[in-house]
């Protein structure tokens, strides 16, 4: 469990959205300094991802085709941890604003983001939609849901890809209806000092699958292996999707929940959705039948409510599947 900060700063926010900072023209505060141990690299000239393209239509389809793309998506997912799927025609910390301050020594994110519940529906706060454009509303209710069948198809390619009862991850997960999706916009305005600051810290997603819409003309996701940090290229017709703890628990670590960060620039803003799709936060989550075996010992217990200990692991620069492993 992790350590809750006695500081009277626990449930402090920002005092300022990084958009007002910028307006100020003040000097760029401390807070702000990223300090991790990968901070020399930010600035960094990095290698491109050899990020895998998986087509969603052919995990479905009855043809020989589906074979090789189960192999493909089973591949990206073991070794990258993420993929991008192509598009083809045929207090509370929802709102807007910046961090959320738990600890004195945190660093904070050069980020404001807007966090909207999407489901389930009857906990959608609609006060915190925005109201312009008109269709704001009614587009995000239909591309959330969209997202939800996405999702039920890659959990039950996931089992097909392992050979196993295609439904077990989708039971583990539970039905779609009772289920958490969160969607949060993210915008990183020009940075003065993008070699001391970070958009986004190092951190796993505490979700079952992550769906990003990135930027169109600026780059900014990076993805960690092997101790390298690679950059995620712009693919304007593709979503980026990568595994969250949540499947790497549910698959006993084959599926690897990746490490990634956001980086800034001085020049350019840049904008962002992820939707981030989680089992009900009741549910008993923990690697499926057929994971488990002499060859591969169980590595996860059981974990319920994992992603309320999310926000205080990544604040602290910590992975809370820490919490989880055996």
Same mark, same amino acid.
């Given at each position: 469990m992790a350590e809750t900060s006695s500081s009277p700063?626990?449930?402090?926010?920002?005092?300022?959205?990084?958009?007002?900072?910028?307006?100020?023209?003040?000097?760029?505060?401390?807070r702000y300094i990223y300090k991790g141990s990968d901070a020399r690299s930010l600035d960094a000239s990095l290698p491109l991802m050899d990020i895998p393209i998986v087509d969603i239509g052919?995990?479905?389809?009855?043809?020989?085709?589906?074979?090789?793309?189960?192999?493909?998506?089973r591949s990206a997912l073991s070794f990258w941890g993420c993929f991008q799927k192509y598009f083809r025609e045929d207090g509370s910390t929802e709102g807007y604003g910046s961090d959320i301050?738990?600890?004195?020594?945190?660093?904070?994110?050069?980020?404001?983001?807007?966090?909207?519940?999407?489901?389930?529906?009857?906990? #959608?706060?609609?006060? $915190?939609?925005?109201e312009i454009p008109e269709s704001f509303r009614?587009?995000?209710?239909? @591309?959330?849901?969209?997202?939800?069948?996405? &999702?039920?198809?890659?959990?039950?390619?996931?089992? #097909?890809?392992? &050979?196993?009862?295609?439904?077990? $991850?989708?039971?583990? @997960?539970?039905?779609?209806?009772?289920?958490?999706?969160?969607? #949060? $916009?993210?915008f990183y305005p020009p940075c003065p000092r993008p070699d001391l600051v970070i958009g986004v810290k190092p951190h796993a997603d505490a979700s079952a699958f992550t769906y990003l819409l990135q930027d169109k003309q600026v780059e900014g996701l990076q993805f960690l292996k092997d101790s390298q940090w690679y950059r995620v290229p712009l693919n304007p017709e593709a979503l980026?999707?990568?595994?969250?703890? @949540?499947?790497?628990?549910?698959?006993?670590?084959i599926f690897k929940s990746p490490v990634h960060r956001a980086v800034t620039n001085s020049e350019r803003k840049r904008m962002s959705l992820a939707v981030f799709c989680i089992p009900n936060p009741d549910r008993e989550i923990e690697p499926v039948n057929g994971v488990v075996n002499e060859a591969r010992p169980r590595l996860y217990k059981k974990v319920k409510d994992y992603v309320s200990l999310y926000f205080e692991y990544y604040q602290r620069g910590r992975r809370p599947i820490e919490a989880a492993i055996i």
């Amino acid at each position: 469990m992790a350590e809750t900060s006695s500081s009277p700063a626990q449930v402090e926010l920002a005092s300022k959205t990084v958009q007002e900072l910028i307006t100020g023209g003040k000097e760029l505060p401390e807070r702000y300094i990223y300090k991790g141990s990968d901070a020399r690299s930010l600035d960094a000239s990095l290698p491109l991802m050899d990020i895998p393209i998986v087509d969603i239509g052919l995990l479905t389809s009855p043809s020989s085709s589906s074979t090789q793309e189960l192999e493909k998506l089973r591949s990206a997912l073991s070794f990258w941890g993420c993929f991008q799927k192509y598009f083809r025609e045929d207090g509370s910390t929802e709102g807007y604003g910046s961090d959320i301050i738990i600890a004195e020594e945190q660093t904070l994110d050069w980020t404001d983001r807007l966090l909207l519940t999407t489901n389930p529906k009857d906990q #959608r706060q609609l006060k $915190f939609w925005p109201e312009i454009p008109e269709s704001f509303r009614e587009t995000l209710h239909e @591309y959330t849901t969209e997202l939800e069948k996405l &999702n039920e198809i890659l959990l039950k390619a996931m089992a #097909r890809c392992l &050979n196993l009862e295609e439904n077990c $991850f989708l039971d583990m @997960y539970g039905e779609k209806e009772n289920a958490t999706m969160i969607a #949060r $916009f993210n915008f990183y305005p020009p940075c003065p000092r993008p070699d001391l600051v970070i958009g986004v810290k190092p951190h796993a997603d505490a979700s079952a699958f992550t769906y990003l819409l990135q930027d169109k003309q600026v780059e900014g996701l990076q993805f960690l292996k092997d101790s390298q940090w690679y950059r995620v290229p712009l693919n304007p017709e593709a979503l980026v999707i990568n595994a969250g703890d @949540y499947a790497e628990i549910m698959s006993n670590g084959i599926f690897k929940s990746p490490v990634h960060r956001a980086v800034t620039n001085s020049e350019r803003k840049r904008m962002s959705l992820a939707v981030f799709c989680i089992p009900n936060p009741d549910r008993e989550i923990e690697p499926v039948n057929g994971v488990v075996n002499e060859a591969r010992p169980r590595l996860y217990k059981k974990v319920k409510d994992y992603v309320s200990l999310y926000f205080e692991y990544y604040q602290r620069g910590r992975r809370p599947i820490e919490a989880a492993i055996i």
